[in-house]
């Protein structure tokens, strides 16, 4: 992967030139309690160059927003649609690598490995990423490093910045990136080895030692149910259903689609559901296949851990910890995996609920 140089002055100069390419600009800033969001910054210039920690939310929330309409019922007697396009272009800065991971399986939901989602389709071909790597771990009860997420990013990214002292290191992802780097090549020059060498001390002291995780492994466990029954009745007496693990999970791909109607018009839309809910998988006539409460919060780690690892070959979790960091309930998806791949089963005396 080629890698290039850019000050932090001329980072900034880049930033100002690609904002009038867009429509959007979605970049990190400060919100109230200094809280760091994502959000449109291409008119207010409150964009963060680089930043501590990770944002409360992930850029998800522009690719698959919390309430979305797909096409407007012109009427609903004589099936007359309109199909409502999102055609914005959008520039995504300062996505943080787990993030980035998180994009990556999203598409194979969305996108690779199933019928094409056509709105995130769009989205997705109408937007750049440009990754923002850490030079630290975000926060204590974050585990990127576990999950093969971090601190830099493998895939996935139109462009990557990784801090070094006198600016950063840039690595080309994709040809959207090499024609931002082509076009503005004033503002790049070569890396330097000092620089290089920078980066390989950081990587190699980012986190703790650890063995390599066996995410095969613990798929097996859950899928042959050797998870034991005590611990998902200590999930299920801890979770209130406050939705904070899925509403702030960026790989959480679930949703419903509803009409709202007035007379014989109305709009089709779509909004983020959750494995959660109870009514999740409620049936037409008011049956569920999943009636206890213990069983909706296992769908969630069912999900994550063993589902996507069928599908896709690899966990949906990227250990941005954001869902422990919510939980009320002090819910562990880290010390389930710890737990789940450093023994054959997980009894009732290993309490996931425990943090790390």
Not at 223 to 248: F, M, P
Not at 309 to 319: K, Q, T
């Amino acid at each position: 992967m080629k890698k290039v140089f850019i000050t932090k002055e001329n980072l900034e100069v880049l930033i100002c030139d690609l904002k009038s390419s867009c429509d959007e600009f979605i970049a990190p800033k400060r919100e109230h309690l200094n809280d760091v969001i994502f959000g449109d910054t291409k008119n207010d210039g409150d964009e963060l160059l680089d930043y501590e920690g990770n944002s409360v939310i992930s850029p998800r929330a522009f690719l698959l927003p919390q309430t979305e309409p797909l096409f407007e019922i012109k009427s609903a007697k004589n099936s007359e649609l309109k199909t409502i396009e999102d055609k914005k272009k959008r520039i995504f800065y300062g996505v943080r690598p787990c993030d980035i991971k998180a994009l990556v399986l999203m598409r194979k939901f969305f996108i690779d490995d199933g019928p094409v989602d056509v709105p995130y389709k769009q989205r997705m071909d109408n937007s750049i990423f440009i990754s923002l790597a850490c030079g630290k771990r975000c926060f204590a009860k974050s585990f990127c490093h576990l999950m093969d997420a971090g601190p830099v990013a493998k895939e996935g990214f139109d462009l990557q910045l990784i801090p070094v002292t006198l600016g950063y290191i840039v690595e080309i992802g994709s040809k959207k990136g090499q024609g931002i780097v082509k076009k503005y090549k004033r503002l790049f020059s070569n890396a330097l080895a000092q620089d290089k060498k920078e980066v390989s001390l950081m990587l190699k002291n980012f986190g703790e030692k650890i063995k390599k995780l066996d995410h095969k492994k613990l798929a097996k466990i859950m899928k042959e149910d050797k998870v034991a029954q005590e611990v998902w009745d200590d999930i299920g007496q801890r979770c209130v259903v406050c939705s904070g693990c899925i509403t702030l999970c960026p790989t959480c791909s679930c949703f419903s689609v509803a009409d709202r109607l007035k007379g014989d018009k109305g709009v089709r839309f779509r909004y983020c559901d959750g494995c959660v809910y109870a009514g999740f998988t409620r049936m037409a006539g008011g049956n569920t296949p999943f009636p206890q409460h213990k069983d909706h919060i296992r769908r969630f780690f069912e999900h994550k851990l063993n589902i996507d690892v069928e599908r896709y070959g690899i966990l949906s979790c990227v250990g941005c910890g954001r869902c422990i960091e919510t939980c009320p309930g002090n819910i562990s998806i880290r010390k389930f995996i710890e737990l789940g791949t450093g023994t054959n089963s997980i009894n009732k005396t290993q309490r996931i609920s425990v943090c790390p």
